[in-house]
């Protein structure tokens, strides 16, 4: 993933995590500033984990990586 976008780095994450990685799709908003995370309906809560574990650790890489550290994390319906 070298020089990838942040958009790639959040759908490579999602889709590791998700039992329908086809359903899951990163749209940048604002843009780039804000990233829209959709997935099945199934998989929200794997995304989101327990009390936001998961959201948060997947906030926590992008802003640690150089092409997603301006860049918002959102979890769509």
Do not use: N
């Amino acid at each position: 993933m070298a020089g990838g976008s942040a958009s790639e780095l959040v759908a490579f994450i999602a889709k590791s995590i998700v039992t329908e990685p086809e359903a899951v799709a990163v749209h940048e908003v604002d843009g780039g500033s804000v990233l829209e995370l959709e997935t099945a309906d199934g998989d929200r809560g794997r995304v989101i984990g327990r009390q936001g574990r998961v959201a948060k650790a997947m906030r926590a890489l992008l802003a640690a990586s150089r092409a997603g550290r301006d860049v918002r994390l959102e979890i769509v319906d």
